[in-house]
């Protein structure tokens, strides 16, 4: 294994069609979608960030140059705003967009599977462990989800894996792992499968979209037969790096939204306007009424 070095490179698989959220995905990447009033890759992004990543890698497909532009600078909207004294609003825009030259952008040239989107990002990361967010997986707690990671990672170096439980019913849609002996914070991992038949999941561990990996594995992803679905998995490369290297399980505590999906993508715009103080009051209150009307008339 390459020798313990700080994880600076974060890899963003966003070349996903989006189908369940068509029509507004035949213009608008799903990444590009709002959860109140920020793009669902905003907040992955601010995770990567306040886990400590530099360099944010985005592996993209075709239709999806907004998200590239996202991240640039809008200097004509910043001189609006100047204008216009809505300064708050500026330096806001501005806290948030990457410092020149920390993203880089490359492109899924064809949808074959996770697996294969992150062997895309293989030049950009180079010798050096990195983590990877998948941004359909939104988190929702105090500490962001990939900044504990990196703290366990401090301690174990290795790869690492946040981990959820689910209802033994939902193990067939999400890879799995295997729970081996604990370690401090974590535990190590001893089985992954990806999307597992009904009732053959090792345990109801589900891997929810955060991981921490070491450089070897784009040698075996390059070589990866497709799997589950067709297509090329990450968890099956995992699988066979997990014969050379150690892989640890981060139970993450907090609650995850799948965004991809639209129940996911509802319950966080509700769970984040509830967090918000500004918007809480007039939510809570409209919802409560929502519902009982909606109760009542059905
Ligand atoms: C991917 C991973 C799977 C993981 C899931 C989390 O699956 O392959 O191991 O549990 O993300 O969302 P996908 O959702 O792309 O089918």
Redesign the pocket.
């Known amino acids: 294994m390459s020798s313990p070095k700080k994880i600076r490179k974060a890899v963003f698989p966003v070349a996903g069609l989006g189908t369940r959220f068509l029509p507004a995905t035949k213009s608008v990447p799903k990444e590009m979608l709002t959860v109140v009033d920020k793009p669902v890759i905003q907040y992955v992004v601010d995770e990567a960030r306040e886990a400590g990543i530099e360099h944010l890698i985005f592996v993209t497909g075709r239709n999806k140059a907004v998200i590239e532009d996202y991240f640039d600078a809008q200097v004509e909207l910043y001189h609006t705003l100047e204008q216009r004294g809505k300064l708050q609003d500026l330096e806001h825009l501005q806290n948030i967009q990457p410092q020149p030259g920390t993203t880089s952008f490359t492109r899924q040239q064809e949808p074959l599977g996770?697996g294969h989107a992150v062997w895309c990002a293989r030049e950009l990361v180079g010798d050096e462990p990195f983590a990877l967010l998948?941004p359909?997986?939104v988190m929702q707690s105090k500490r962001g989800c990939l900044a504990e990671m990196v703290e366990l990672y401090e301690q174990t170096q290795n790869n690492i894996i946040a981990v959820q439980e689910c209802h033994p019913e939902e193990a067939h849609k999400?890879?799995i792992v295997g729970r081996g002996e604990d370690v401090a914070h974590g535990f190590k991992i001893n089985q992954m499968v990806?999307k597992p038949a009904k009732g053959t999941a090792p345990s109801n561990l589900?891997?929810?979209?955060r991981y921490i990996l070491q450089p070897e594995i784009f040698k075996l992803l390059q070589n990866q037969e497709r799997g589950a679905g067709g297509e090329i998995?990450?968890?099956d490369a995992m699988l066979k790096l997990a014969e050379l290297q150690e892989f640890y399980g981060f139970r993450y505590e907090g609650r995850t939204f799948?965004c991809?999906s639209k129940e996911g993508f509802i319950e966080a715009n509700v769970a984040f306007a509830l967090s918000r103080a500004d918007i809480r009051p007039n939510i809570e209150s409209n919802l409560n009424m929502l519902i009982k009307e909606i109760k009542l008339s059905s």
């Open positions: 996770l998948l359909d997986m999400y890879g990806e589900y891997i929810n979209g998995q990450l968890t799948d991809g």
